[in-house]
């Protein structure tokens, strides 16, 4: 079965400063891997994901991550924070299409991104 | 498109009270979903459809059960509220299987 880590619960960045949020993932088979962000009092939306290709993926509002099979990592960055960033963010693995059933998303704990001033 | 609905948006019930949580996408999906987030858990699969008349457990399905009678709606109903059960519930939908997933806004419910 897959399952997502995702280091550090709460992280806080400066306004301007580099946003890294971790995630290793475990699959035995090659996986699916999407990052999510929530907003206060809403649902899920999708930042970006990757599926085959090209392991540095690009995404919504500047954020890009790079998977890496050999350190089973798929690590969210930005270059720069904005105060909008504040959220949560889900890393998320699937792998139900190997078998042809429904990609059951496997998400992480979650980690919650503070931008300070 | 409005997407994904879900109907409530809060919801307070008692111990042994029932209801009917509803989904609905307008986005022509086949495969839809539950999940439930508790705090510091992240999202936990309860059930999923790949189709009208097709659904199956996902990881915590117990307390819950489902039905998919159209391609739109994909209700998720609690017999027995249960404290456990508080939680906020999501439904989401993809027109495949492999690719992302377009989730509702949830509904928060409490038993109390």
């Known amino acids: 079965a897959q399952s997502v880590t995702q280091l550090g619960s709460h992280v806080s960045v400066s306004e301007g400063a580099l946003v890294l949020l971790r995630c290793n993932y475990s699959?035995?088979?090659?996986?699916?891997l999407f990052w999510y962000v929530q907003y206060p009092n809403q649902g899920l939306q999708l930042l970006l994901k990757y599926t085959t290709g090209a392991t540095l993926v690009k995404g919504i509002n500047g954020f890009e991550a790079e998977f890496k099979k050999s350190e089973t990592s798929f690590h969210l960055t930005k270059p720069s924070a904005h105060m909008s960033d504040a959220a949560e963010y889900f890393c998320a693995v699937s792998v139900g299409f190997h078998t042809g059933t429904a990609s059951k998303l496997t998400f992480g704990t979650g980690t919650r991104l503070q931008v300070t001033l | 498109n409005a997407g994904v609905t879900q109907t409530p948006k809060f919801r307070i019930l008692k111990i042994g009270q029932s209801m009917t949580l509803q989904c609905t996408q307008d986005?022509?999906?086949?495969?839809m979903y539950w999940y439930r987030q508790d705090p510091g858990m992240g999202l936990k699969l309860i059930y999923y459809s790949v189709g009208a008349g097709i659904t199956d457990k996902g990881e915590v399905p117990n307390g819950y059960n489902v039905s998919r009678s159209t391609t739109e709606d994909f209700p998720l109903r609690l017999e027995l509220a249960a404290p456990s059960q508080t939680s906020v519930y999501f439904c989401a939908s993809s027109p495949t299987s492999g690719v992302s997933q377009y989730f509702g806004p949830g509904t928060r419910l409490l038993v109390l």
């Open positions: 986005m022509n999906h086949n495969y």
């Open positions: 699959s035995s088979v090659p996986p699916y």
